[in-house]
């Protein structure tokens, strides 16, 4: 072979470069488009962590411009569109569903947090909730009497408890029950705004191997909220879930409040390093007005805050 047919060594090395890149592009992209393809519980873990698919991206870009590889990046541009197309819609406010025009008569302020087992001061966290302006506080991963709860929360308020659960409200509380599902109960709140049903959940965790029994759980909360009538209704707590997995295809017909009306993606755990938003406020017949996490002292994971409307405004008399 002449020195003019021979291929180059940097020629080469560019080849190799440019494969490469436009392999992760294309795996990322298709990691982001296809996630529900992937079966098992390599799916569901895949589902959780989807977000963070796209730090594949970036070192894919840094080497496409440095080696100025058009093929790379155009594979990195592909991915990064479908990234965008998931995940940024979370930070351009008015984009989700349910924060429309301010039709609700009635308000309620709704906040959960799981309090942690092992929290040296459950009850701290219990007054730091207190100052969150919420009329109704789901609680979760309550152990020990936990006397402290109704003074904490505020002493005006109601407190009930279901085993590991519980609930406080600032508006009289009706019919509280336990739930099918193993950590839960459901109370009717009697608001000013009118009666709106509560369901507070502490789902079975995402561990390997477990994935059912979570699936279980999570289905079991969904079933309950969706036998409920057809006034407004609210379903609080620690999922276990992330608002991308494909179990959440169980709560269809309810909105969720963060992705509604909150900023960013709204990640509650971990607490020192949330990568992942696995409590949540559900609604129907409801819209959300806004959503936003909050610190929980001694707690590993963020607390949830959503304002929600419902109801519609009297007509003029007469």
């Known amino acids: ?6 291929p180059r060594p940097h020629r080469q090395r560019l080849r190799a470069g ?10 990322a ?12 519980d390599l799916g569901v873990f895949l589902d959780s962590g989807l977000p963070w698919v796209g730090l594949l991206i970036l070192p894919a870009a840094a080497g496409a411009l440095l080696l100025r590889s058009r093929a790379g990046l155009a594979a990195v541009g592909v991915a990064s569109l479908v990234w965008a ?28 947090l799981n309090i942690d087992a092992e929290n040296p001061d459950p009850c701290g966290a219990l007054r730091e909730a207190s100052g969150w ?5 789901a609680v979760e991963e309550i152990t020990g009497p936990a006397e402290c709860a109704s003074s904490a929360l505020g002493e005006n308020g109601t407190w009930i408890r279901q085993g590991t659960v519980g609930l406080w409200s600032r508006h009289p ?9 193993f950590r ?3 109370a009717t709140v009697h608001a000013p705004g009118g009666d709106v049903v509560v369901l507070v959940g502490h789902v079975a965790s995402l561990r390997p191997r477990a994935v059912g029994e979570r699936n279980d759980s999570l289905e079991a909360l969904a079933a309950d909220a969706e036998a409920e009538g057809e006034g407004p209704v ?7 879930t992330a608002a991308t997995d494909r179990a959440m295809d169980v709560f269809d017909g309810f909105g969720e409040a963060q992705r509604a009306a909150g900023w960013g993606p709204g990640f509650t755990w971990s607490s020192s390093a949330s990568m992942v938003r696995l409590d949540h406020v559900f609604y129907r017949g409801m819209e959300a007005r806004s959503a936003g996490v909050r610190e929980v002292p001694g707690s590993d994971h963020r607390g949830v805050v959503a304002e929600l409307a419902y109801g519609r405004p009297a007509g003029p008399a007469g």
Do not use: K, Q, W
């Not at 072979?1 to 021979?6: C, I, K, L, N």
């Not at 440019?18 to 795996?27: E, P, Q, R, S, Y």
């Not at 982001?32 to 079966?39: D, F, I, K, S």
């Open 1 to 6: 072979m002449s020195e003019t047919t021979r």
């Open 133 to 137: 302006g919420a009329d109704v506080v």
């Open 173 to 181: 509380v009706g019919g509280p029950a336990p739930l099918d599902i």
């Open 85 to 112: 197309f998931l995940f940024l819609p979370a930070y351009v406010p008015g984009l989700g569903a349910g924060n429309g025009s301010d039709t609700g008569a009635g308000r309620l302020t709704v906040a959960t």
């Open 184 to 186: 839960g109960l459901r």
């Open 18 to 27: 440019d494969a490469f890149l436009v392999g992760t592009g294309a795996l």
């Open 234 to 240: 609210v379903v609080a707590g620690d999922m276990n």
């Open 29 to 40: 992209a298709l990691l982001l488009a296809g996630h529900r393809l992937v079966p098992g």
